[in-house]
């Protein structure tokens, strides 16, 4: 009897040094795993700082130009850079270079004829190069293909959309009739561009 009570207390405490191990092993792999996620998380991250645009340079209308990072407005519409010498990038959609349409905006026609960055955008022809630069150093050149007039309220899906497995750049501007009273331009030009 003894010795079934000693085998049984030894299965017992094999039993549960199995289970501790187990719950320890357990909990140490759930720490590696979350340890690694956020490792993997920081990485992520910085990788996506480093891909982040920093400058922009338009050589045919003699423009350099940094980088503004901005959402949308509180009424739902793409924000712009806070003065007239930067170019905004709508960072709800891509990363310019990566494949989608990745939207900058930029003023013309600032108060006081204080010069804008997109002043000239409309002297813009295609063929001409865009370049990209990022926090990498890393610089992603796009050809102009297109340019288009959009009046304020039109339909401008295929300006922050594509599905066509392409890099586009996509620059928008006010231009058309000052309206004094509500503060805006009639229109706004939209200059189109792929990655080369």
Known sequence: MH????????????IIVSIGLVITIGLGVREIVKNSNLKNQKILAE????NLP????????????NFESVGLTPDGAMD????????AWYNLGPIPGVVGSSVLAGHSGWKNGIPAVFDNLYKV???????VENANGQVTTFIVKKKATYKPDADAYNVFNSSDGIAHLNLIT????????NKVHSDRLVV???KE
């Open 125 to 131: 022809k295609i063929g001409d190069k865009i370049y």
């Open 192 to 194: 189109f561009a792929d």
């Open 3 to 14: 010795f079934v009570v000693k085998k049984l207390f030894k299965k017992i405490i094999l």
């Open 80 to 87: 712009v850079p806070k003065g007239p010498a930067n170019v």
């Open 47 to 50: 990788q996506i700082k480093m």
């Open 54 to 65: 920093i400058r922009f340079k338009l050589p045919s209308i003699n423009v350099v130009s």
């Open 174 to 181: 006010c231009t058309g009739d000052w309206d004094k009273v």
